[in-house]
């Protein structure tokens, strides 16, 4: 194994291809339903949303300067950055529990897993703010709890982890799970600190910083707390094991399937205790990951969970797994000279699955064939990150002959039924043509677009509207508006090709004269 200088070399070498990387990805995939819907948190900003706190629309406006540079590229480059420093603070993490070799095996092992350099490392999500925070409070948490309580160090050092846990809080709710994690920690291994004024000041710092969302939940009525309380709210005790097998499934694959087996294999020789000379902050940093790894699957027997919810836990496993692996490569007669075989397999299986999911998207290498109409349960998900650029260009032609013509009158503004498509047909094919859009609908269906109507006012009566529905997400707009609009025509048919092949449809409708 490489000296101390060595390795500083090497995880600079893996954080910055791993930039490298994702900021090339970053720039060349259009936006999923999730991420252009979180730019619609920076075009509207706010203390909170509907679904989530504010800070992943604070990132987009930071690294869009306000949305000057409305670029994907632009938009992705907080998560991007984001994703790098989360892998530089796990590698500082295992590096104070063990050593540098350990926390090198970390960063390598978040940097494997899809959620770690995907989903939270180049997609703009709340996840890219929420992991970067949490694992800076969990470095500070680590060189505090774990010290005596009167030394300035570890005064100073709650400090930051409490500025950093509130950020976190600020990114999703499940950050909270850092504070029960400290808490449980201080009170099986940690007690002098309960007597520290500083940890008192510390809770009072994060949540200080999570006042905003509080105060937003208050003024709207507690909103979004209620919309995420349902979503995870246990009513009825009838196992679906439909949605566990689910959740297990997408979380081996969000998390890579050898970096789980590792994760396995070390949960084990810990308790077989075949783990030796284990720093308190090993105890410290299960606390904040077990709880939230054991949680989601056991809500998933009932609800219908998502496999990125516990993410964050992972985060903290793979510390604990980076620990297996250094003392393994201890014991070796001829230690790895950088990577063990097991690393190296899962960070291939990464890079390969990102290379292979970038081009099915842009080109359609393994599958691009038409979807048929109302196939969005068996479609092609690669096409969720395709085609929108294509629509807004074919349609604004489209719209400048429809002025023209005097198919519609000036003004016209656009209508959607679901948040998503909503925020996609507003990002790429409304706003750049000044075209006004609005969702109704349930506010379980519209989410923020319940906002955002108000923001940009009454719709006139008499106006006119356009309505895109696509073949492989079909909706009939006389469902949702049949009682609004005095004729609703279809208009015109926009199609999607990949690589030369028809893959998809949308279809563009008229809706005439507003009633009141």
């Known amino acids: 194994m490489p000296k101390s200088g060595k390795i500083s070399k090497v995880i600079g070498i893996l954080l910055g291809l791993s930039f490298l990387i994702r900021a090339l990805i970053a720039g060349t995939l259009e936006l999923g339903n999730d991420e252009v819907y979180y730019w619609t948190y920076a075009m509207f900003p706010d203390w909170s949303h509907f679904d989530h706190p504010p800070m992943v629309g604070w990132l987009i406006q930071v690294f869009t300067f306000n949305l000057r540079f409305d670029h994907e590229f632009f938009i992705r480059l907080g998560a991007v950055f984001c994703g790098t420093f989360a892998a530089g603070f796990i590698f500082l993490i295992g590096r104070n529990l063990r050593d540098e070799r350990t926390g090198l095996f970390a960063a390598a092992l978040y940097s494997a897993s899809m959620y770690g350099s995907v989903v939270a490392g180049t997609f703009m999500l709340p996840d890219a703010g929420q992991m970067v925070f949490w694992v800076a409070a969990l470095y500070f948490m680590t060189v505090s709890l774990t010290q005596d309580p009167e030394t300035a160090l570890a ?11 509130g950020l976190a809080m600020l990114s999703k709710y499940t950050s909270v799970f850092l504070w029960l994690g400290a808490i449980a920690y201080i009170l099986t291994a940690g007690r002098r600190w309960l007597k520290s004024p500083y940890l008192y000041l510390g809770l ?21 707390f209620t919309f995420h309380g349902e979503r995870v709210e246990v009513v009825q005790m009838k196992l679906r094991m439909d949605y566990f097998f689910t959740e297990v499934f997408g979380t081996i694959l969000y998390q890579n399937p050898v970096n789980i087996g590792i994760i396995l294999i070390s949960l084990f020789s810990l308790w077989k205790g075949r783990l030796y000379n284990l720093s308190p902050g ?5 606390w904040c990951s077990l709880p939230l790894a054991v949680i989601v699957p056991a809500v998933s027997f009932f609800r219908s969970t998502l496999p990125h919810w516990s993410g964050p836990a992972y985060a903290g496993l793979a ?8 003392q393994r490569a201890e014991q070796q007669a001829k230690p790895p000279k950088f990577f063990p075989k097991a690393l190296i397999l899962s960070l291939g299986i990464t890079l390969l699955s990102v290379v292979l999911g970038v081009l099915q998207v842009n080109s359609g290498l393994l599958y691009n064939k038409e979807e048929p109409k109302g196939s969005h349960a068996l479609a092609d998900p690669s096409l ?17 002959e429809d002025l023209q013509q005097g198919v519609v009158k000036p003004g016209v503004i656009m209508l959607s039924w679901r948040w998503f498509p909503a925020a996609n047909l507003d990002y790429y094919v409304a706003q750049p043509l000044g075209m006004k859009l609005y969702a109704e609908g349930s506010l379980e269906r519209i989410h923020k677009y319940a906002w955002i109507n108000q923001i940009r006012g009454e719709i006139p009566l008499g106006s006119d509207a356009y309505f895109i529905t696509s073949a492989r997400d079909f909706a ?17 048919t926009i199609a999607i090709e990949r690589n030369g092949k028809r893959v998809m449809e949308y279809y563009v409708f008229i809706l005439q004269e507003r009633l009141p």
Do not use: C, T
């Open 155 to 165: 005064k100073r050092n709650i400090l930051l982890m409490s500025i950093f846990a």
């Open 204 to 224: 009072a710092i994060s949540f200080g910083l999570f006042l905003p969302v509080l105060y937003w939940n208050w003024k709207e009525h507690f909103v979004s």
């Open 282 to 286: 090993v105890k410290l940093v299960l």
């Open 319 to 326: 510390i604990l797994a980076g620990i297996w692996l250094s």
């Open 384 to 400: 969720d990150l395709y085609g929108w650029k294509q629509l807004g260009n074919k349609f604004k032609g489209l719209y400048g």
């Open 476 to 492: 009939e707009p006389s469902r949702y508006f049949g009682q609004q609009y005095k004729r609703i025509l279809p208009h015109d």
